[in-house]
Protein backbone atom coordinates (compact mmCIF):
# COMPACT_ATOMS: atom_id res chain seq x y z
CA UNK A 1 0.00 0.00 0.00
CA UNK A 2 1.44 3.26 -1.10
CA UNK A 3 2.21 6.06 1.47
CA UNK A 4 1.42 9.44 -0.75
CA UNK A 5 3.33 12.33 0.40
CA UNK A 6 0.24 13.90 1.26
CA UNK A 7 -3.78 12.86 1.67
CA UNK A 8 -6.03 15.41 2.42
CA UNK A 9 -7.84 15.41 5.67
CA UNK A 10 -11.29 15.91 6.89
CA UNK A 11 -11.37 15.59 10.46
CA UNK A 12 -14.55 17.94 11.18
CA UNK A 13 -18.22 19.13 9.45
CA UNK A 14 -16.70 20.05 5.98
CA UNK A 15 -19.39 17.60 4.29
CA UNK A 16 -21.94 18.81 6.63
CA UNK A 17 -21.29 22.76 5.75
CA UNK A 18 -20.67 22.21 2.17
CA UNK A 19 -24.82 20.45 2.15
CA UNK A 20 -26.02 23.68 4.23
CA UNK A 21 -24.38 25.95 1.31
CA UNK A 22 -25.86 23.84 -1.30
CA UNK A 23 -29.46 24.21 0.42
CA UNK A 24 -29.08 28.09 0.68
CA UNK A 25 -28.05 28.73 -2.91
CA UNK A 26 -25.59 31.06 -2.39
CA UNK A 27 -22.15 29.14 -3.79
CA UNK A 28 -21.21 32.70 -4.86
CA UNK A 29 -18.36 34.74 -2.69
CA UNK A 30 -18.64 36.41 0.44
CA UNK A 31 -21.98 34.46 1.82
CA UNK A 32 -22.22 32.96 5.73
CA UNK A 33 -19.54 30.71 5.46
CA UNK A 34 -16.90 33.38 3.92
CA UNK A 35 -18.13 35.89 7.18
CA UNK A 36 -17.20 32.91 9.82
CA UNK A 37 -13.41 32.51 7.94
CA UNK A 38 -12.80 35.98 8.12
CA UNK A 39 -14.11 36.28 11.47
CA UNK A 40 -11.86 33.25 13.31
CA UNK A 41 -8.88 34.33 10.82
CA UNK A 42 -9.22 37.96 12.36
CA UNK A 43 -9.46 36.22 16.08
CA UNK A 44 -6.80 34.11 15.28
CA UNK A 45 -4.74 36.70 13.59
CA UNK A 46 -5.83 39.66 15.84
CA UNK A 47 -5.21 43.41 14.44
CA UNK A 48 -5.66 42.76 10.95
CA UNK A 49 -8.47 42.08 8.33
CA UNK A 50 -8.90 38.96 6.65
CA UNK A 51 -10.21 38.64 2.86
CA UNK A 52 -10.55 35.13 1.69
CA UNK A 53 -8.92 34.48 -1.83
CA UNK A 54 -9.62 32.44 -5.07
CA UNK A 55 -5.52 31.30 -3.35
CA UNK A 56 -2.19 32.88 -1.60
CA UNK A 57 -1.09 33.43 -5.20
CA UNK A 58 -3.73 35.98 -5.77
CA UNK A 59 -3.41 37.25 -2.48
CA UNK A 60 -0.30 38.29 -3.18
CA UNK A 61 -1.32 40.14 -6.09
CA UNK A 62 -3.33 42.10 -4.62
CA UNK A 63 -0.78 42.91 -2.22
CA UNK A 64 1.48 44.38 -5.24
CA UNK A 65 -2.03 45.60 -6.51
CA UNK A 66 -2.57 47.71 -3.20
CA UNK A 67 1.03 48.90 -3.12
CA UNK A 68 0.57 50.33 -6.59
CA UNK A 69 3.88 48.86 -7.95
CA UNK A 70 5.02 49.99 -11.11
CA UNK A 71 7.61 48.62 -13.70
CA UNK A 72 11.18 49.44 -12.68
CA UNK A 73 10.40 49.04 -8.76
CA UNK A 74 12.62 46.41 -6.74
CA UNK A 75 10.54 43.64 -4.96
CA UNK A 76 13.19 41.40 -2.81
CA UNK A 77 12.34 37.83 -1.90
CA UNK A 78 14.43 34.51 -1.12
CA UNK A 79 15.41 32.52 -3.98
CA UNK A 80 14.18 29.00 -2.24
CA UNK A 81 10.55 29.93 -2.35
CA UNK A 82 7.85 28.74 -4.39
CA UNK A 83 7.69 30.68 -7.91
CA UNK A 84 4.07 32.89 -6.51
CA UNK A 85 6.80 34.88 -4.16
CA UNK A 86 8.12 36.63 -7.63
CA UNK A 87 5.64 35.77 -10.05
CA UNK A 88 2.71 38.11 -8.26
CA UNK A 89 4.91 41.25 -8.60
CA UNK A 90 6.50 40.39 -11.39
CA UNK A 91 3.09 40.78 -12.84
CA UNK A 92 3.07 44.33 -11.95
CA UNK A 93 6.87 44.84 -13.65
CA UNK A 94 8.94 44.87 -10.64
CA UNK A 95 12.23 43.70 -10.94
CA UNK A 96 12.78 40.38 -8.17
CA UNK A 97 15.56 40.93 -6.57
CA UNK A 98 16.79 37.54 -5.03
CA UNK A 99 18.09 37.12 -1.07
CA UNK A 100 20.10 34.17 -0.05
CA UNK A 101 18.11 32.12 3.27
CA UNK A 102 19.59 31.01 6.39
CA UNK A 103 21.74 27.61 6.28
CA UNK A 104 19.79 26.98 9.84
CA UNK A 105 15.95 27.58 9.05
CA UNK A 106 15.97 28.09 5.43
CA UNK A 107 14.36 31.51 5.84
CA UNK A 108 15.22 34.91 4.20
CA UNK A 109 18.85 35.49 5.50
CA UNK A 110 18.04 38.76 7.75
CA UNK A 111 22.14 39.48 7.58
CA UNK A 112 22.45 40.35 4.13
CA UNK A 113 19.14 41.55 3.59
CA UNK A 114 20.27 45.47 3.79
CA UNK A 115 22.70 45.36 1.17
CA UNK A 116 20.11 44.15 -1.63
CA UNK A 117 18.22 47.48 -0.64
CA UNK A 118 18.68 50.23 -3.54
CA UNK A 119 16.85 53.41 -3.89
CA UNK A 120 14.21 51.61 -5.99
CA UNK A 121 13.33 48.87 -3.66
CA UNK A 122 9.46 48.94 -2.73
CA UNK A 123 8.85 45.68 -0.75
CA UNK A 124 10.54 42.93 0.92
CA UNK A 125 8.62 39.86 1.25
CA UNK A 126 9.80 37.13 4.03
CA UNK A 127 8.88 33.69 3.99
CA UNK A 128 8.09 31.58 6.90
CA UNK A 129 9.74 28.10 5.35
CA UNK A 130 7.97 25.33 7.05
CA UNK A 131 5.98 27.22 9.18
CA UNK A 132 9.06 28.65 11.43
CA UNK A 133 9.39 32.24 11.44
CA UNK A 134 11.75 34.40 9.67
CA UNK A 135 13.89 36.94 11.85
CA UNK A 136 11.35 39.61 12.39
CA UNK A 137 12.56 42.02 14.44
CA UNK A 138 15.50 42.31 12.43
CA UNK A 139 13.68 41.98 8.86
CA UNK A 140 11.32 44.99 10.26
CA UNK A 141 14.00 47.64 11.72
CA UNK A 142 15.59 47.28 8.20
CA UNK A 143 12.71 47.80 6.61
CA UNK A 144 11.71 50.94 9.03
CA UNK A 145 15.21 52.27 8.40
CA UNK A 146 14.46 52.46 4.67
CA UNK A 147 10.84 53.17 4.20
CA UNK A 148 10.05 50.04 2.72
CA UNK A 149 6.84 47.73 3.26
CA UNK A 150 6.57 44.36 4.50
CA UNK A 151 4.63 41.61 2.83
CA UNK A 152 4.73 38.13 5.21
CA UNK A 153 4.37 34.93 2.67
CA UNK A 154 2.78 32.84 5.21
CA UNK A 155 1.81 30.07 3.60
CA UNK A 156 3.44 27.39 5.64
CA UNK A 157 2.78 29.86 8.56
CA UNK A 158 -0.56 29.81 9.92
CA UNK A 159 -0.74 29.07 13.87
CA UNK A 160 2.41 29.61 14.36
CA UNK A 161 4.44 32.66 16.28
CA UNK A 162 7.39 34.70 16.70
CA UNK A 163 8.42 36.02 19.75
CA UNK A 164 4.97 35.44 20.86
CA UNK A 165 2.97 37.29 18.22
CA UNK A 166 1.43 34.68 15.58
CA UNK A 167 2.81 34.21 11.79
CA UNK A 168 1.15 36.99 9.74
CA UNK A 169 0.26 39.46 11.83
CA UNK A 170 3.89 41.65 11.60
CA UNK A 171 4.33 42.96 7.83
CA UNK A 172 1.52 45.48 6.14
CA UNK A 173 0.21 42.46 4.70
CA UNK A 174 0.39 38.70 4.84
CA UNK A 175 -0.99 35.81 2.85
CA UNK A 176 -2.16 32.68 3.28
CA UNK A 177 -2.50 29.55 1.61
CA UNK A 178 -5.49 26.57 1.94
CA UNK A 179 -3.91 24.63 -1.14
CA UNK A 180 -4.54 20.68 -0.82
CA UNK A 181 -0.98 20.24 0.70
CA UNK A 182 -1.27 23.02 3.41
CA UNK A 183 -2.64 22.03 7.37
CA UNK A 184 -5.25 23.49 6.29
CA UNK A 185 -7.11 23.25 3.11
CA UNK A 186 -10.16 24.13 1.08
CA UNK A 187 -8.59 21.94 -1.94
CA UNK A 188 -7.18 25.42 -3.85
CA UNK A 189 -7.82 28.90 -1.41
CA UNK A 190 -6.25 31.43 0.08
CA UNK A 191 -6.10 34.86 1.96
CA UNK A 192 -4.85 37.93 2.41
CA UNK A 193 -4.40 39.63 6.06
CA UNK A 194 -4.32 43.48 6.09
CA UNK A 195 -2.75 44.93 9.31
CA UNK A 196 -2.42 48.64 7.79
CA UNK A 197 -5.95 49.29 7.98
CA UNK A 198 -5.29 52.54 5.56
CA UNK A 199 -5.33 49.55 2.48
CA UNK A 200 -8.17 47.78 3.84
CA UNK A 201 -11.54 49.69 1.79
CA UNK A 202 -9.28 49.41 -1.18
CA UNK A 203 -8.81 45.64 -0.64
CA UNK A 204 -12.43 45.27 -0.56
CA UNK A 205 -12.30 46.90 -4.07
CA UNK A 206 -9.86 45.42 -6.37
CA UNK A 207 -10.91 41.70 -4.58
CA UNK A 208 -14.37 42.94 -6.17
CA UNK A 209 -13.38 43.35 -9.52
CA UNK A 210 -12.68 46.69 -8.99
CA UNK A 211 -15.78 47.76 -7.79
CA UNK A 212 -17.39 49.14 -4.35
CA UNK A 213 -19.98 45.99 -4.22
CA UNK A 214 -19.06 45.55 -0.53
CA UNK A 215 -20.02 49.04 -0.03
CA UNK A 216 -23.19 48.62 -1.74
CA UNK A 217 -24.14 45.48 0.09
CA UNK A 218 -23.37 47.06 3.16
CA UNK A 219 -26.12 49.82 2.76
CA UNK A 220 -23.44 52.43 1.98
CA UNK A 221 -24.30 53.20 -1.59
CA UNK A 222 -27.42 52.68 -3.75
CA UNK A 223 -25.65 50.87 -6.78
CA UNK A 224 -22.14 50.10 -6.99
CA UNK A 225 -19.84 50.59 -10.09
CA UNK A 226 -16.59 50.73 -11.01
CA UNK A 227 -13.70 52.94 -9.01
CA UNK A 228 -10.67 51.37 -9.84
CA UNK A 229 -8.37 48.19 -10.87
CA UNK A 230 -8.97 44.75 -9.75
CA UNK A 231 -9.91 41.22 -10.13
CA UNK A 232 -12.04 38.50 -9.33
CA UNK A 233 -10.31 37.26 -6.37
CA UNK A 234 -13.15 36.43 -4.18
CA UNK A 235 -13.18 32.50 -3.20
CA UNK A 236 -16.97 30.82 -3.71
CA UNK A 237 -18.78 30.16 -0.52
CA UNK A 238 -19.25 26.39 -1.22
CA UNK A 239 -15.42 26.87 -1.00
CA UNK A 240 -15.75 28.79 2.31
CA UNK A 241 -18.01 26.15 3.77
CA UNK A 242 -14.99 23.15 3.23
CA UNK A 243 -12.63 25.57 4.90
CA UNK A 244 -14.76 26.72 7.61
CA UNK A 245 -14.83 23.30 8.55
CA UNK A 246 -11.05 22.96 8.41
CA UNK A 247 -10.84 25.92 10.88
CA UNK A 248 -13.47 24.68 13.01
CA UNK A 249 -11.13 21.78 13.73
CA UNK A 250 -7.91 23.50 14.17
CA UNK A 251 -6.55 22.51 17.42
CA UNK A 252 -7.36 18.71 16.47
CA UNK A 253 -5.42 18.87 13.28
CA UNK A 254 -2.41 21.34 14.90
CA UNK A 255 -2.37 18.83 17.79
CA UNK A 256 -2.09 15.34 15.47
CA UNK A 257 0.66 17.39 12.82
CA UNK A 258 2.80 17.83 15.94
CA UNK A 259 2.73 14.29 17.15
CA UNK A 260 3.92 13.22 13.82
CA UNK A 261 6.42 16.04 13.36
CA UNK A 262 7.89 15.15 16.97
CA UNK A 263 7.87 11.48 16.17
CA UNK A 264 9.80 12.09 12.87
CA UNK A 265 12.17 14.52 15.40
CA UNK A 266 12.78 11.80 18.22
CA UNK A 267 13.33 8.71 16.40
CA UNK A 268 15.53 9.82 13.50
CA UNK A 269 18.01 12.04 15.23
CA UNK A 270 20.43 9.31 16.26
CA UNK A 271 20.24 7.48 12.60
CA UNK A 272 20.84 11.59 11.28
CA UNK A 273 23.61 12.26 13.07
CA UNK A 274 25.62 9.36 12.34
CA UNK A 275 24.86 9.72 8.54
CA UNK A 276 25.49 13.17 8.29
CA UNK A 277 21.72 14.24 7.69
CA UNK A 278 20.66 17.45 9.41
CA UNK A 279 17.18 17.44 10.53
CA UNK A 280 14.93 20.65 10.94
CA UNK A 281 16.00 23.69 12.87
CA UNK A 282 13.40 25.50 15.15
CA UNK A 283 14.78 28.28 17.27
CA UNK A 284 13.40 28.51 20.76
CA UNK A 285 11.67 32.02 20.16
CA UNK A 286 9.30 30.55 17.03
CA UNK A 287 6.63 28.00 17.49
CA UNK A 288 6.30 26.69 14.47
CA UNK A 289 2.98 25.47 12.32
CA UNK A 290 4.35 22.13 11.96
CA UNK A 291 4.02 22.33 8.18
CA UNK A 292 6.56 19.90 7.32
CA UNK A 293 9.35 17.46 8.27
CA UNK A 294 12.64 17.84 5.85
CA UNK A 295 15.78 16.37 5.85
CA UNK A 296 18.91 17.73 4.45
CA UNK A 297 21.21 14.88 3.11
CA UNK A 298 24.71 14.93 2.79
CA UNK A 299 24.69 15.52 -1.37
CA UNK A 300 22.59 15.17 -4.30
CA UNK A 301 23.55 11.59 -5.25
CA UNK A 302 22.62 10.93 -1.53
CA UNK A 303 18.99 12.52 -2.16
CA UNK A 304 18.73 10.82 -5.20
CA UNK A 305 19.44 7.45 -3.90
CA UNK A 306 17.43 8.07 -0.95
CA UNK A 307 14.16 9.03 -3.13
CA UNK A 308 14.68 5.94 -4.80
CA UNK A 309 15.01 4.03 -2.28
CA UNK A 310 11.82 4.60 -0.42
CA UNK A 311 9.98 4.49 -3.72
CA UNK A 312 10.47 0.81 -4.08
CA UNK A 313 8.88 0.52 -0.62
CA UNK A 314 5.85 2.50 -1.78
CA UNK A 315 6.54 5.77 0.01
CA UNK A 316 6.98 8.85 -1.47
CA UNK A 317 9.31 11.01 -0.37
CA UNK A 318 9.98 14.22 -2.61
CA UNK A 319 12.49 17.32 -2.73
CA UNK A 320 11.01 21.18 -2.62
CA UNK A 321 11.83 24.19 -4.44
CA UNK A 322 14.57 24.86 -7.28
CA UNK A 323 16.63 28.34 -6.88
CA UNK A 324 14.42 30.46 -8.36
CA UNK A 325 17.29 33.06 -9.26
CA UNK A 326 18.93 30.61 -11.83
CA UNK A 327 15.69 29.38 -13.48
CA UNK A 328 15.51 31.10 -16.48
CA UNK A 329 12.97 34.20 -15.26
CA UNK A 330 15.49 34.64 -12.42
CA UNK A 331 18.41 34.56 -15.13
CA UNK A 332 15.90 37.21 -16.73
CA UNK A 333 16.06 39.67 -13.45
CA UNK A 334 20.31 39.21 -13.83
CA UNK A 335 20.60 36.30 -11.52
CA UNK A 336 23.70 33.73 -12.00
CA UNK A 337 24.85 31.02 -9.89
CA UNK A 338 26.56 31.59 -6.92
CA UNK A 339 24.51 34.53 -6.29
CA UNK A 340 22.58 32.34 -3.37
CA UNK A 341 25.28 29.68 -2.89
CA UNK A 342 23.06 28.51 0.65
CA UNK A 343 19.81 28.32 -1.53
CA UNK A 344 21.54 26.23 -3.93
CA UNK A 345 23.04 23.63 -1.82
CA UNK A 346 20.15 23.26 0.33
CA UNK A 347 17.86 22.77 -2.79
CA UNK A 348 19.86 19.56 -4.05
CA UNK A 349 20.30 17.95 -0.71
CA UNK A 350 16.51 18.77 0.87
CA UNK A 351 13.94 15.74 0.97
CA UNK A 352 10.42 16.07 2.59
CA UNK A 353 8.75 12.89 4.29
CA UNK A 354 5.77 11.75 4.18
CA UNK A 355 3.62 14.14 6.51
CA UNK A 356 -0.34 14.84 6.42
CA UNK A 357 -2.76 14.75 9.40
CA UNK A 358 -4.12 11.54 9.03
CA UNK A 359 -0.98 9.74 8.64
CA UNK A 360 -1.47 6.67 11.25
CA UNK A 361 0.67 5.23 13.53
CA UNK A 362 1.54 1.90 11.33
CA UNK A 363 2.19 4.16 7.91
CA UNK A 364 4.83 6.81 9.84
CA UNK A 365 6.69 3.43 11.14
CA UNK A 366 6.70 2.24 8.20
CA UNK A 367 8.60 5.28 6.83
CA UNK A 368 10.47 5.27 10.08
CA UNK A 369 11.65 2.20 9.46
CA UNK A 370 12.52 2.67 5.78
CA UNK A 371 14.71 5.70 6.83
CA UNK A 372 16.58 4.32 9.41
CA UNK A 373 17.81 1.31 7.07
CA UNK A 374 19.15 3.95 4.30
CA UNK A 375 22.75 4.07 4.34
CA UNK A 376 24.18 7.48 2.58
Not at 32 to 54: M, Q, R, S
Not at 299 to 316: G, K, P, V, Y
Request: hydrophobic share 40%; charged share 25%; with cysteine.
Amino acid sequence: MTIPFNRLAMLGNESRFIDEALAKSHLMGDGGFTKKCHALLEEALPGGKALLTTSCTHALEMAGLLLDLKPGDEVIVPSFTFVSTANAFALRGARIVFADVRPDTLNLDETKLEALITPRTRLIVPVHYAGVGCEMDAILDIARRHGVPVVEDNAHGLFGTYRGRPLGTLGSFSTLSFHETKNISCGEGGALMINDSRYAERAEIIREKGTNRGRFFRGQVDKYTWVDIGSSYVMSDLLAAFLYGQLEARERIQARRRALWETYHRELASWAAAQGVTVPHVPSHCEQSFHMYYLLMPSLEARTRFIQRLRTQDINAVFHYLPLHISAMGQHYGGKPGDCPVTEEVSDRLVRLPFFTTMTEEEQARVLNAVRDFRC
